[in-house]
């Protein structure tokens, strides 16, 4: 006898029961003065997979002569998926002379009746079933995701499940400040790897560790140690800023239970949906720092500009490698290229990096220098802000004529096509004004989508109403900047949004602070105002 019972038998639960096949069994057993010689059961195993515990040993004493005849409720009982179904209906079963009973089903391979005709429809049918199952099941599940259920079997380390709300994440207040130094030590510049020994050495069991054992700290603690790969997925989770991100991966099918990778836009994702542990400035910092530094960890030399450069044209990243001299002995210099610049149809690079190096630090360092003296700086600022207002303005009114001049094009056309219809206007004419109106408006809406690019961009540099909490990251940021006697790559990292070289290396810098990049792009003027404060300063002291 062969019983099997899975979740996806849904309202028919109880008549499909473990008792209810059991007893239905027997009766057939001893209505037919059968010889039982075992009994099989699966418990809560899906149809979908024939890989079970039961079927296995089944199929193992077929294998040995131990039985000559399966007997199950119905045909669903053997399985759900008609193809591994139908090779055991015609194939394994008569190959090896056994007889197979579907009871309610009225199988019976042993005799030939019209219902096993049709065995093939009804595995089919069976498949199905467990086909749509599959399909409400996933149904629900993504729809609960979009309510913003949390809906993964392990909450991320730093939470925990509510007690009486069901999927729902609260703070686990026993590791909450782990999760924290996590965060802002990575913020401040530490590595993975200085972080991954922080906690080790601190005794600090890994996430898995602390699931399995409750224990946050083990002295005597010898496995569960922390790693790079679960340090660097906890720094990506938006789970830590509130967020719940799901449908990450997805079974291939009902029938195959591989997981295949979900496409980042297809991700669920929903926003406060729990209380966070990491402010979301924090979190912001970390995923810059995470994106220049990139996910080699491996590199000979670790170039203080690696991750901020890119190419003018095809905005790639730049890569730094290491040349020789054509000169016998030379000493090798690493130099800035632009990778298979030739196959994508770029410009190759051929820059010395450590003179581009100190040229960038030093126009870095110029420009926080003259943001720190705030008399040098606001002298221009305003005069910045305000230019950049009117230049807004006129993008806006070179819009609006635009717009009109595009609205008169469409009613020209739409009384040329009149006229033409009332025979007013000859075809050959028609056709002829139409195409140049039309080319026309081609041209006007190029420049419109152009306008509309560059009015975005100054946008962006006008200052908006968080501008006095930029002000004060911006202070704090630079003052520790310029107290540095050896650069630290991560203040680049926080200051630089990326820089950019053209065919003709030319540099492009731009940074992640709005009043930075007014200094960059007016930094001759600027530098004419401290040459003149530095005069006056001269003059008093002689005087």
Excluded at 164 to 192: C, P, W
Excluded at 320 to 328: A, D, F
Aim: aromatic letters at 10%; hydrophobic letters at 30%.
């Amino acid at each position: 006898m062969y019983i099997r019972l899975s979740r996806e038998d849904g309202e028919n639960k109880e008549s499909e029961s473990i008792g209810n096949q059991r007893k239905i069994l027997q009766r057939y057993v001893k209505e037919n003065n059968l010889c039982l010689v075992k009994e099989y059961v699966d418990d809560g195993i899906s149809g979908t997979t024939f890989d079970r515990p039961s079927f296995n040993q089944l199929l193992q004493d077929i294998e040995n002569k131990v039985i000559d005849m399966v007997i199950t409720k119905d045909l669903s009982r053997l399985g759900r998926d008609y193809i591994k179904t139908g090779f055991y209906l015609e194939d394994y079963f008569p190959k090896n002379n056994i007889r197979y009973v579907a009871i309610t089903d009225g199988i019976d391979t042993y005799i030939d009746s019209t219902n096993n005709d049709i065995t093939p429809f009804k595995a089919i049918m069976n498949d199905m079933y467990a086909k749509d199952i599959s399909k409400k099941i996933r149904s629900v599940l993504k729809e609960k995701q979009k309510q913003g259920e949390y809906m993964c079997s392990i909450p991320a380390y730093g939470y925990k499940r509510h007690s009486t709300i069901k999927n729902k994440l609260i703070v686990d207040e026993q590791v909450r400040d782990i999760v924290e130094k996590i965060f802002d030590m990575y913020a401040n510049g530490h590595g993975s790897v200085e972080i991954v020994n922080y906690l080790n050495l601190n005794k600090y069991l890994s996430p898995t560790g602390y699931r399995k054992t409750g224990l946050v700290q083990d002295e005597n603690k010898t496995n569960f140690n922390w790693n790079e790969v679960t340090l660097c997925n906890m720094l990506k989770n938006e789970v830590y800023i509130g967020n719940t991100v799901q449908n990450k991966r997805s079974i291939i099918s009902y029938k195959v239970k591989k997981f295949r990778t979900v496409d980042k836009e297809e991700h669920i994702r929903v926003e406060n949906t729990h209380e966070p542990i990491i402010d979301k400035d924090t979190f912001e910092k970390v995923q810059c720092i995470i994106e220049k530094r990139g996910t080699n960890t491996k590199l000979k030399y670790d170039y203080l500009l690696r991750g901020l450069l890119y190419c003018y044209h095809c905005k790639r990243k730049l890569q730094i490698v290491l040349k020789k001299n054509s000169k016998r002995n030379a000493k090798s210099h690493p130099y800035i290229t632009c990778s298979d610049a030739k196959e994508r149809g770029c410009y190759p690079l051929n820059m010395n990096y450590e003179k581009f190096e100190k040229h960038i630090i030093y126009v870095v360092k110029k420009i926080c220098q003259i943001y720190a003296d705030k008399e040098i700086f606001y002298s221009i600022y305003e005069k910045y802000q305000n230019k950049t207002l009117d230049i807004r303005e006129g993008y806006k009114k070179k819009i609006e004529q635009i717009d009109k001049a595009i609205f008169d094009i469409n009613n020209n056309l739409d009384k040329m096509y009149i006229d033409k219809l009332r025979d007013v206007l000859q075809e050959e004419d028609y056709v002829r004004v139409s195409q140049k109106l039309s080319s026309e408006r081609t041209k006007l809406n190029e420049q419109k989508q152009e306008l509309q690019q560059k009015l975005v961009v100054t946008e962006e540099k006008i200052e908006t109403k968080n501008q006095t909490k930029e002000e004060k990251e911006l202070d704090e940021l630079i003052e520790n900047f310029l107290k540095l006697e050896k650069i630290d790559k991560i203040y680049l990292y926080r200051l630089i949004n990326k820089i950019e070289i053209d065919k003709d290396k030319n540099i492009y810098i731009y940074f992640n602070f709005s009043k930075l990049n007014s200094i960059n792009e007016n930094l001759d003027e600027f530098i004419k105002i401290e040459e003149i404060i530095n005069e006056k300063e001269k003059s008093l002291k002689v005087v």
